[in-house]
């Protein structure tokens, strides 16, 4: 990262001179952050699409007010060191992660230069104003790095997800037909009344795994279907008390749900039944034998919010990039199917389902839909 800052400071020129003159600029500037950043804010709220991906992202607009004053604080004070680079990299990362368009963003830093060097004008100030063009284009390329690094995460994730779907969609309708053939005879097998107690109990159990290699074929074909949705209303109340009593959980092993009645929202309810109950039975493995799963919800702007966080041991950091593709799992025996059908169900309604570390020691999952009008 310390190489890659010094590379785009080299580029756009900025050097220890621009540093002392934005340090020394800083009393001129300073009273004007309030209102440049609530123009910055306004300017990008007048696109549907932008208010859109900030008012679904991790942040409300009010905290993200407050942020981008610190950004500014820092912007004119510095130090310009690595640490520096890396939070503007997180910025640019939140811009990613809540699906801000690229062109939104870079018009939306046009808006910051050019509210800031109004308040540097005169030709005595013209070291000055390229002093700030200078340190706003680093600021920029920052950002637009940490956007060419997603967009080629995305690409190589994307390749791969075509492989896989190509995969599941030949094998799992081939493998149909040799379960079908073991179900039928296991159907006559069982049906014979001579059958010895001990050769039933294998049979059951046969029948057993059968059931699960069929229900694995139906998740995996699940990942790549794109059947039109069934959507109705849906009362999420009554949904989460549904899961909560099909969840097999330890005695010792405490599962919370939100209290009073919760929004309704438009989708399927088979898929959004699927998606609760992958994720609460996370929870519970993650919290075992022993902790809680505390399942939050709130509703914002028409858009209802809910959160399944447990006291496990939290997401291991080399695979949290990388937890709601196909094949990837945190659990020992996991086959990685369960937070991938989460991510395809939400999406496909309209939703976003992201992760961080939760206020009881483990993973934290939140999921927002709009509600029903």
Known sequence: MEALFDELKRYVGFTEADERRLRAVKPLVEPAFVATVEEFYARILEHTEARAAL?????????LKITMQQWLHELFDGPWDARYVERRARIGTVHVRINLPQHYMVT???????????????????????????????????????????????????????????LVGSIGHELRNPLGVIETSLYVLKGRGDADPKVVRHLDRIGAQVALANDIITQLLDLIRDRPLAKQRVALTALLADVAGAVRRPEAVTLELPAGPLPEVMGDPTQLRQVFMNLIDNAVQ???????????????AGLAELSVEDSGPGI????????????????????????????????????????????????????????AP
């Not at 008012?55 to 905290?63: A, H, L, N, P």
């Not at 025996?333 to 309604?349: P, S």
């Open 316 to 371: 291991d950091p080399s695979i949290a990039g990388r937890l709601f593709e196909p094949l990837v799992s945190t659990r020992t025996n996991g086959i990685g199917l369960g937070l991938a059908l989460v991510k395809r169900f939400i999406e496909r309604h309209g939703g976003t389902v992201e992760t961080r570390p939760g206020s009881l020691g483990g993973a934290r999952f939140t999921i927002r839909i709009e509600e």
């Open 286 to 300: 993650a919290a075992s034998p022993v902790g809680r799963v505390v399942v939050t919800a709130s509703s914002n």
């Open 108 to 166: 939306a830093m046009n808006v910051m230069r050019r509210a800031l060097v109004e308040h540097l004008p005169g030709p005595e100030r013209l070291d000055d104003r390229a002093a700030l063009h200078r340190v706003l284009d680093l600021d920029l390329a920052i950002m637009l790095h940490t956007y060419r690094l997603d967009l080629e995460a995305r690409q190589a994730r994307d390749e791969r997800l075509a492989t896989f779907g190509q």
């Open 55 to 63: 008012e679904r992202g991790e942040r409300r607009v009010g905290q």
